[in-house]
């Protein structure tokens, strides 16, 4: 048991160079990064509360997990321990599945599912199944959570397909986006990492970290949204970005124009 948590016991090791900002810190800039998600994460659960409380509180846990994301991410990037990369690919699989249950649209269901408790169970039973089968080949983890990310991009491009609205598809867009560039940054750090370092720049998996906690508060609002339209159409959902709805560059969230009330009374 001990061997799990030593120093770079993992198989993993990104392209920053060990130790060299610290004696006790393997990977300086990918551990600092990784608290980007602690400033995030309680933006949006104070932005998103308005549409939670209306909907489901549930939907706080996801932001919530992505605190403990960050946790995870920046032990395991100070240490590159086993279990340090495990609590932190194991984490993102729980954020998904959090995600599934509670957001995946219900004309997409399975023809055998009927509503949202039975499917919810079934993304919680396969989300269990696929934590102990992660230990098996720890190392496919990462490429595993990367399909996931994919299909729901599909799910979403479905989900977009009739939309006209400039401001929904202006989110979709910078989600995507966001996306492809945190991605790309993950990819060339792994697989290129012998070009960045004769230019000795190595931190493109901490941009990673930055790239992708924006690009799952894009997407969370985008797949909230769509779902209040589906599932609570009478609070009239629209979107915003704080601090400034004017800005280019913004954290998106949900402002609901009516409630239960509003519904009770008409």
Same mark, same amino acid.
């Given at each position: ?11 993993l090791d990104w392209c920053e160079d060990n130790y060299r900002h610290s004696e006790h810190i393997v990977e300086y800039f990918n551990t600092m ?16 509360? $308005? ?10 846990? =996801? ?41 995946? $649209? ?31 080949? $720890? ?40 996306? =492809? ?45 769509l779902d209040a339209n589906y599932e609570i159409p009478y609070s009239l959902p629209s979107l915003q970005y704080w601090p400034n709805d004017n ?6 969230y949900i402002v609901l124009k009516g409630t239960t009330k509003t519904h009770k009374r008409f």
């Amino acid at each position: 048991m001990t061997g799990l948590f030593a120093y770079e016991s993992s198989d993993l090791d990104w392209c920053e160079d060990n130790y060299r900002h610290s004696e006790h810190i393997v990977e300086y800039f990918n551990t600092m990064s990784s608290l980007f998600f602690f400033v995030i994460s309680p933006i949006m659960l104070y932005l998103l509360h $308005p549409y939670a409380r209306e909907r489901n509180l549930a939907v706080h846990l =996801v932001w919530i997990m992505m605190i403990f994301v960050g946790l995870f991410s920046a032990y395991f990037h100070m240490t590159l321990s086993f279990m340090g990369q495990m609590l932190d690919e194991l984490s993102i699989l729980w954020v998904l599945g959090l995600c599934y249950g509670l957001w995946f $649209p219900r004309r997409l269901f399975p023809s055998f599912i009927k509503d949202r408790t039975t499917f919810s169970r079934l993304v919680m039973m396969i989300t269990v199944v696929t934590t102990l089968c992660s230990f098996v080949k $720890p190392t496919a983890n990462a490429y595993l959570l990367n399909c996931f990310a994919l299909h729901i991009i599909y799910s979403l491009g479905l989900e977009m397909r009739t939309c006209t609205d400039p401001k929904v598809l202006r989110l979709c867009w910078s989600a995507v986006g966001l996306w =492809v560039l945190a991605i790309s940054c993950w990819i060339s750090d792994r697989f290129g990492c012998s070009f960045w370092q004769k230019l000795n720049f190595c931190y493109l998996h901490g941009i990673w970290h930055i790239l992708i906690v924006m690009a799952v508060a894009y997407a969370s609002t985008l797949i909230a949204y769509l779902d209040a339209n589906y599932e609570i159409p009478y609070s009239l959902p629209s979107l915003q970005y704080w601090p400034n709805d004017n800005w280019v560059l913004g954290l998106p969230y949900i402002v609901l124009k009516g409630t239960t009330k509003t519904h009770k009374r008409f």
